[in-house]
């Protein structure tokens, strides 16, 4: 059955344009095309990476952070509870009022108390300060080495320059060796990606940063086995060109250094919509979309690689819309709005209206106390003392 299996999956008619089989794709001594097993070498260069990373981490990136001023915010933690860290634990993190009523009656504490508990413990949970900076300061490294290798790659291909030769004698397009280390670096990076998923920072857009990176490694592998090479390095250089100014956009985030902070993401948001909403459409989409009907005719392969291309398409307005949103506040109110997709601390306000309540609690307290002990301020004079009348009129002393 694995075998009728396999034999249906690598039908040509999937994978090549009609008229041309695998047997037109036979390697000899001087021609080389892409095999699908050339991918399982991605798995282990991923796990390099993910290594190659931890160190990069510990050794550099964490150091850094420190000389660089980046200090995690100390957050206020929760007292043990059992009780609650067990529902914590095993049913759910932001209970619903009905719970949160039911578990105060459980621990004999106000409904207040048990919501600040369950805030408290999420933000325990919450990366810190100085794993983002790592985390933002690998992308970064990652990012700027795979996109100029994209460009000492591709700078005398002529697709690059003219988009039609993407399909100039294809399928029969052979693999040359700078091509194959520039799809397995990228490739390999997505894996890693996925991999680390579990223990990254997550942040609002983490399902469709699961899409994103599905999308993209499916993308990747398809456009390999079906030797849409060419059109792939066009798409892999697009996306990193704006990601380059992303993630330092966060390390000085991360640094408090606020106006070189807006200066890059005024930049970044440029580039991405340019690049993202622009170049990617015109390049990619309306190349694969139309230039490659002069070289074949329709085939499943053809409207496969549309729809991924098109379901990162979607993504990328999906993430322009946010970041148009946070422009247009920039402009507005001349500073930058917190990053919608990031993982922020949560309820600091609802810390601040806490703390704000004690104080007029410990004010009316005192102010109780003085009262009951026949004390008033007048004018900033000395207190007078109330305790002793005569003639119902007030004594100082």
Same mark, same amino acid.
């Given at each position: 059955?694995? /075998? &009728?299996?396999? =034999?249906?999956?690598?039908? /040509?008619?999937?994978? +090549?344009?009609?008229?041309?089989?695998? =047997?037109?794709?036979?390697? &000899?001594?001087?021609? /080389?095309?892409?095999?699908?097993?050339?991918?399982?070498?991605?798995?282990?260069?991923?796990?390099?990476?993910?290594?190659?990373?931890?160190?990069?981490?510990?050794?550099?990136?964490?150091?850094?952070?420190?000389?660089?001023?980046v200090r995690d915010k100390q957050r206020p933690k929760a007292q043990p509870n059992p009780v609650l860290e067990t529902f914590y634990s095993t049913r759910c993190k932001n209970p619903e009022e009905g719970e949160l009523s039911s578990l105060a009656k459980q621990c004999k504490l106000p409904v207040r108390k048990v919501e600040k508990w369950f805030r408290r413990r999420r933000n325990m949970d919450r990366p810190s300060l100085s794993k983002?900076?790592?985390?933002?300061?690998?992308?970064?490294?990652?990012?700027?080495? &795979?996109?100029? $290798?994209?460009?000492?790659? +591709?700078? *005398?291909?002529?697709?690059?320059w003219d988009h039609r030769e993407c399909w100039t004698g294809y399928p029969q397009q052979p693999l040359q060796p700078s091509l194959f280390w520039y799809y397995m670096l990228e490739l390999s990076f997505y894996w890693s990606l996925v991999f680390t998923l579990p223990f990254d920072v997550k942040r609002k857009d983490f399902k469709e940063?699961?899409?994103? /990176?599905?999308?993209?490694?499916?993308?990747?592998?398809?456009?390999? @086995?079906?030797?849409?090479?060419?059109?792939?390095? +066009?798409?892999?250089?697009?996306? *990193?060109?704006? *990601? @380059?100014?992303?993630?330092?956009?966060?390390?000085?985030?991360y640094m408090?250094?606020?106006? $070189?902070?807006?200066?890059?993401?005024?930049?970044?948001?440029?580039?991405?919509?340019? &690049?993202? +909403?622009?170049?990617?459409?015109y390049t990619v989409l309306y190349n694969t979309y139309y230039y490659s009907m002069e070289i074949f005719q329709p085939f499943f392969g053809y409207y496969f690689v549309n729809v991924l291309l098109v379901t990162l398409q979607l993504l990328h307005v999906f993430w322009s819309c946010l970041i148009i949103h946070m422009v247009y506040k920039f402009v507005l109110q001349g500073t930058m709005e917190k990053d919608m997709r990031s993982d922020t601390e949560e309820s600091d306000k609802d810390e601040e209206r806490d703390k704000i309540r004690e104080k007029d609690k410990n004010g009316i307290t005192y102010f109780s106390n003085v009262a009951s002990n026949g004390y008033i301020q007048r004018n900033g004079s000395e207190p007078l003392n109330r305790a002793h009348l005569a003639n119902g009129h007030a004594k100082e002393r």
């Open positions: 059955m694995a /075998h &009728s299996l396999y =034999e249906w999956l690598w039908q /040509h008619e999937f994978w +090549l344009p009609p008229g041309i089989t695998w =047997e037109d794709m036979q390697e &000899s001594e001087d021609t /080389h095309y892409p095999q699908p097993r050339d991918l399982l070498l991605s798995i282990p260069f991923a796990l390099i990476l993910v290594v190659i990373r931890r160190a990069f981490e510990r050794a550099i990136a964490l150091p850094l952070s420190t000389k660089l001023g983002k900076f790592c985390e933002a300061s690998w992308r970064f490294t990652f990012y700027i080495i &795979s996109f100029f $290798t994209g460009l000492a790659v +591709l700078y *005398d291909k002529p697709w690059l940063q699961i899409v994103h /990176h599905a999308a993209t490694i499916f993308l990747i592998s398809f456009s390999y @086995c079906a030797n849409y090479i060419r059109i792939g390095t +066009l798409v892999m250089v697009i996306h *990193d060109a704006s *990601d @380059c100014f992303l993630e330092p956009t966060k390390i000085f985030n408090k250094w606020k106006k $070189t902070c807006d200066s890059l993401f005024m930049i970044f948001s440029a580039v991405f919509l340019i &690049s993202r +909403l622009v170049i990617y459409p």
